[in-house]
């Protein structure tokens, strides 16, 4: 018995920049001459995101400024609030944008929430416990017998893994009901200073929550059936994207050798894996990339040998909300959906290790 998608439901904070003004505002807490303003201008604007929201930001929507989280560097040395602080300001906000999404995608697969069985959480970006597990097994009304599953730090690739995890437990159980919820608030982790890769890693994350019900296949005539998942360890990339705790927030890394990483080892890698599953590169007919980046896309489209319409759906996601780590690619696979895509669909997504993880729906 295999696993389907039954429903999927988004979220996204209230407050929102655009590209243009996120450039103006990093600028004051990265200050340098004015060689390094412009290359954060340009950095800014090649990233391929347009508009993203956090919610850390003040200030009304038309002029939007940072919150009272972030306030401007007193020194050269200041590298802004501490861990603690950013984790309160998790603890306070990501409950809602999960419930939001949650109750979406319990909504969009027309089950209620007293019929859910298991509960499988995704995050990196902050930690609680009690965590938001049971906070939404609270706020949610979830039966309080509903088996819990955390999936932490494992990054942008994480719902991978939450669909994954999701996907076997409906998969042996008739009855089963999965309710899988990722949520990230990236912006909490805004880094002082010109410390480049770091500056990368701000000027692409942003905040969001989705969610999607997963049930076994015959659940629901017509659903999107989780045919195969696959992951690999690219070797010697141990160092090409990190994520670590730091009394400063947590600190990514993300090397500008990701894209040629990828476009190296991404094909031999999927293919043997798609012939395991009988199929072929040629027959997938939509695609799901996870937009780490514009780079990363086009890294993505050319080890596959992919035309860039099969991109589009990816990068008008990045446009539209940055990379929001591990909801984003949820947000790809509803937008696929509620285009009505042609299937069977192929989807991958990037973490730490360098780990590939890639799902195929039919």
């Given amino acids: 018995m295999s696993a389907a998608l039954l429903g999927i439901g988004t979220a996204t904070p209230r407050g929102s920049v655009s590209q243009q003004r996120a450039a103006e505002l990093a ?35 038309d002029a939007p400024a940072p919150g009272p989280l972030f306030p401007l560097p007193s020194d050269d040395g200041d590298r802004g609030p501490g861990t603690r602080a950013r984790m309160e300001v998790y603890e306070r906000e990501a409950p809602a944008l999960a419930l939001a999404a949650a109750s979406a995608a319990l909504t969009d697969a027309d089950v209620q929430s007293e019929r859910i069985s298991h509960l499988v959480v995704v995050t990196c970006t902050g930690f609680v416990a009690p965590g938001l597990d049971v906070w939404l097994v609270r ?7 509903t088996a819990r599953v955390q999936v932490g730090f494992m990054g942008c690739h994480g719902a991978f893994v939450g669909l994954r995890t999701a996907g076997a437990l409906a998969a042996t159980d008739a009855d089963a009901r999965v309710l899988m919820v990722a949520v990230e608030l990236c912006s909490l982790h805004f880094q002082y200073g010109w410390e480049p890769e770091q500056v990368v890693a701000n000027a692409l994350f942003a905040d969001g929550a989705a969610a999607a019900v997963i049930g076994p296949e015959q659940a629901v005539a017509g659903a999107l059936r989780l045919a ?25 890394t993300l090397s500008a050798e990701v894209p040629l990483r990828i476009r190296e080892s991404l094909r031999e890698q999927v293919a043997p894996w798609l012939e395991a599953n009988g199929q072929t590169l040629e027959g997938i007919r939509s695609w799901a990339i996870h937009p780490g980046g514009s780079r ?19 990068r008008s996601v990045l446009a539209q909300h940055g990379n929001m780590s591990s909801p984003t690619i949820l947000f790809v696979l509803d937008r696929l959906r509620r285009e009505d895509a042609p299937r069977p ?9 360098l780990t590939t993880e890639a799902m195929l729906l039919y």
């Fill in 345 to 353: 669909w192929g989807a991958v997504a990037f973490g730490p290790g």
């Fill in 139 to 145: 706020k949610l009304g979830l039966p309080s017998s």
């Fill in 228 to 252: 195969a998942h696959g992951s690999w360890l690219a070797p010697g990339t141990e160092d090409a994207m990190t994520w670590r705790i730091g009394d400063r927030g947590f600190e990514m």
């Fill in 27 to 61: 600028a004051a807490y990265a200050p340098g001459g004015s060689d390094q303003q412009r290359l954060l201008k340009v950095l800014y604007r090649r990233t391929g995101v347009e508009r993203r929201g956090s919610v850390v930001l003040g200030g009304t929507p």
């Fill in 296 to 314: 990363i896309v086009t890294a993505v489209g050319q080890a596959l040998g992919l035309v860039p319409a099969a991109l589009e759906a990816s």
